[in-house]
């Protein structure tokens, strides 16, 4: 896919959906910078790939602990080509009225908030290449929302209104912003957006597997797969663009 050597970022590395986007991007022979809280899960990987793999501890919600991480890919690799935002948290569906600000303050500078840091700091180096692309994990539910994900559909739907401004911002500097919008996949992430008191397991199989038309979890995979597709030269006419992995759910 012409990847190889290029730089890429993926934050929340350490989860289901972020450490097969590093993997994919490592079995194209791309350099990467894995950013996460907390980096354990990654260790088996950077043993693997001690040359192209760069695993940074980091807080995606603080000024300068992203700007330490972005500086430090640069350092090693000397150039930055591509930004996967993949972190995010979900929401335990609740009521609008039982939401806590400290709860819709967290999911918004996880899931929002972050984005933007993470943009604002590799955007400089992409400006001095004059090329780069920027992927963004947002969420199909921005489309069909469910009851209850009030302040996590908030925080998607923002991510992706961030994503077509920088895309329309930064084209003179051929610099791509497309974002991605899973359908209900099968990671961990999943059964957090259960109620208080609800199985998860029949959530999973009841509402979110039926909620699918093709009939089946999206896997990490095949966001991975997407990811790398709107890094690469295939997608070099893609900007402000979101593209739906869903199996229909969006529908």
């Not at 923002?158 to 099968?186: F, H, M, Q």
């Not at 039926?210 to 990490?220: C, D, H, M, Q």
């Amino acid at each position: 896919m012409g990847l190889d050597n290029k730089v890429a970022i993926v934050t929340g590395a350490s989860g289901g959906m972020g450490k097969e986007v590093v993997e994919q991007f490592l079995k194209q022979g791309s350099n990467v910078a894995a950013i996460d809280l907390h980096v354990d899960s990654l260790q088996e990987l950077e043993k693997q790939y001690p040359k192209q793999l760069l695993v940074l501890q980091g807080n995606l919600t603080e000024e300068q602990s992203v700007e330490v991480a972005i500086k430090k890919t640069a350092d090693k690799f000397g150039r930055i080509d591509v930004l996967a935002n993949v972190a995010g948290i979900a929401q335990a569906a609740t009521d609008i009225e039982k939401v806590t600000l400290k709860d819709w303050e967290r999911i918004m500078a996880i899931n929002s908030t972050a984005v933007f840091l993470t943009s604002r700091a590799v955007v400089p180096y992409m400006k001095q290449q004059n090329c780069g692309s920027i992927i963004n994990i947002a969420s199909v539910s921005v489309d069909r929302p469910r009851p209850g994900l009030n302040a996590y559909v908030a925080s998607k739907g923002a991510t992706i209104s961030l994503t077509k401004a920088l895309a329309i911002e930064l084209a003179p500097y051929n610099i791509r912003v497309n974002a991605i919008n899973p359908g209900p996949a099968d990671t961990k992430m999943l059964g957090e957006f259960t109620a208080s008191g609800v199985d998860e397991g029949q959530t999973k199989e009841n509402i979110f597997r039926k909620s699918v038309p093709l009939g089946e979890l999206i896997t990490p995979e095949a966001i991975a797969n997407c990811v790398l597709y709107l890094s690469s030269d295939l997608a070099k006419m893609m900007t402000g663009s979101i593209v739906n992995v869903d199996g229909g759910r969006g529908i």
